[in-house]
């Protein structure tokens, strides 16, 4: 092939994308609760050994293109729209108004929103540092990302307290650090039950999201469990206000089975945000775009989550690739992630009423006849022909991942 002229490659591209096939309508993709990141889409490609590879672009292109594409719901961090100096004053209220406007125009919400406290440099010590005065400031970044959550109509309030740790050990006490955050997220509550009934609106969701490590070296909350732990532990006032957001690779992260700790987060009422995304196994946080490294795994969470009903939303939590340019994130990155997670629940759907699956898990179910349920070695014998259908069963998500079970064939 002869080398491609830079003011072709964009068409070469969208040419590429139109031949892949297979994209879904932006009406499709609206009714999905899919959400979409200010920060994922402007996010530049910088990172400590990297420098920005894209452009910087504001949350009016954003919202447009989401719009365009058919994502209907729209997140972000308080400083990624708003600078420091500006929150909680006049700044703040006119960018507001610039975001409401926006949304408005282009027929998209507000589904979370959710507060820095790891970039700036006041977080320095994390969140809940000793200095009482960086823990004032924590209570009233979170308190204000309330009002501005209220004042966009969100449902769901997010935080990550990846800075709420340490790199060296030994300066800091725990279990007071802990008391301390746990008196930030009460401060956020409260406030949401205050302007709640103000507004007559119900209050927010407010979601924890683990990350077992980076950027702190040790992190006090790192898992999903630990932060169940923590929300009934006491120290949270509201317990019942406050959940989990998992995200798919910071579970990864430190070797679990997603579905496994979605399921926890489930038997506890407490799973009510979902971050999508993927990425490798005990590796740090690549953020790939969901389906590109572990399909198969993401269609069994999937199944997990449509089975038992779960309708919160699925929040575009990835970083397209620096390989990716500007005008790339919008015609192959944004609506591709989209479109796998469709076809992945899609395909779901499928694993769930299919019959063979479904026999086999009554079968399973049912168990196997003329047991002493006293006696191990009859109870072995009972059941032992049935067990050869766990792997029959993963066998037949594998063949509907492929497209076997309609029928799709490799050189028979
Ligand atoms: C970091 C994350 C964060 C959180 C966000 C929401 C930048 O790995 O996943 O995204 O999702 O801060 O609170
Ligand atoms: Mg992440
Ligand atoms: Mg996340």
Known sequence: MKPVPPNQQQALVERLMQACGGGYSPETRRKHFITGPQWAASYQGQALFHAPTRTAIGFEDVIREFAKIGIG???????DVIP????GKDGQHQI??????SLAEH???CSMVTTETFYHEVFVAGPAAEAPEVRCYAAFRVRNTVDIGHELGAEYAVYWP???GYYTQGAIDETESLRWYADALNAACERDIEIAKKKNRPTLKHCLEAKPFEPQGEILLPTSDAMLGFIFSGLVKRPEMVGLNP??????MWGAAVRAALARALVC???????INDGYRLKHDVDIAIGLVNPLDWLNVLVLLRSHGYNGPFNLDYKPPRTTSNAGVWAVSVPTMVDRFITLWEMAGEVISDPIITEATEALKAGGTGADTKNAESIVK????LLSLHELIAHRIFQILIGAHRGRTYSL
């Open 84 to 87: 420091t100096e500006q929150l």
């Open 247 to 252: 995200e798919y690779l910071h579970e990864l």
């Open 73 to 79: 719901y729209w997140c972000t961090h308080d400083t």
């Open 96 to 101: 507001v108004a610039r975001i409401q406007k």
């Open 107 to 109: 027929g998209l919400k």
């Open 162 to 164: 990846g800075s709420l």
């Open 269 to 275: 009422g407490k799973l009510f945000h979902f971050d």
């Open 382 to 385: 009972a059941n032992k022909e």
